[in-house]
């Protein structure tokens, strides 16, 4: 079975940018959640969806959006890149919302400049 | 918020030595997970807790989950070079809202 797929792998952004990152979740598996992980701050979560709605939310900025379609598959999108946007973010899928054990692709390595 | 802390952040044996890695939350939890990121990787699953007090044993790698179900461990025995990486616990609260809060991490460095 494949696993998470994440694209691109990496991007370099110049402030003031948007960008959209890509997460095809496992197949079946109806829950996506983002995180991003710096070296500081550790794995931080930004949001969760399910079903197409979003179920949680992390504490970051209104710039810092997402969605989900029918196919499970899901974006996320920054608008006005900052320098401090620069991390690795990581999509995970689980089964079901909620307990499930998370499985994270190989993230998009974002660099803002 | 719920905030979950790892302790050490970083810890560096010698191969064979033991390895323990501790885990506290501000608030009770219904659930804890453990994961695992090699250098460059992502994080990986290894194992999830659920009842008051429970322990599971993974080969040489043994988790605990308090009775309190606010904290949890990992010890691993005799450790390996292949044990190198971070570890982190993840929280599920109690409450209706159902996101994982990740620990800090504990980096663990294994040498010769």
């Known amino acids: 079975k494949a696993g998470v797929t994440q694209t691109p792998r990496y991007l370099i952004k110049t402030r003031g940018q948007q960008v959209t990152l890509s997460c095809s979740p496992i197949?079946?598996?109806?829950?996506v959640s983002w995180y991003q992980q710096t070296p500081g701050q550790g794995l931080q979560f930004l949001f969760e969806y399910f079903s197409e709605t979003q179920r949680n939310k992390g504490n970051f900025p209104g710039r810092f959006s997402g969605r989900q379609f029918s196919n499970s598959r899901s974006e996320m999108n920054v608008s006005t890149l900052e320098l401090g946007d620069s991390a690795l973010y990581l999509c995970?899928?689980?089964?079901?919302?909620?307990?499930?054990?998370?499985?994270f692709g190989n993230g998009t390595r974002l660099t803002v400049t | 918020g719920q905030q979950v802390m790892q302790i050490p952040q970083y810890q560096h044996v010698q191969e064979g030595e033991d390895f323990t890695t501790y885990c506290n939350s501000s608030t009770t939890l219904s659930n804890i997970q453990w994961y695992k990121q090699r250098p460059g990787g992502h994080p990986v699953f290894l194992i999830q807790l659920v009842k008051s007090g429970e322990v599971k044993k993974q080969k040489r790698l043994t988790f605990q989950f308090g009775e309190a179900k606010k904290n949890s461990s990992l010890h691993i025995t005799a450790t390996q070079t292949t044990d190198v990486g971070t570890y982190f616990c993840a929280g599920e609260n109690t409450g209706t809202a159902s996101k994982l809060t990740f620990g800090t991490g504990t980096r663990l460095q294994v040498t010769l």
């Open positions: 995970a899928s689980s089964f079901a919302q909620g307990g499930s054990p998370l499985h």
């Open positions: 197949s079946g598996h109806r829950s």
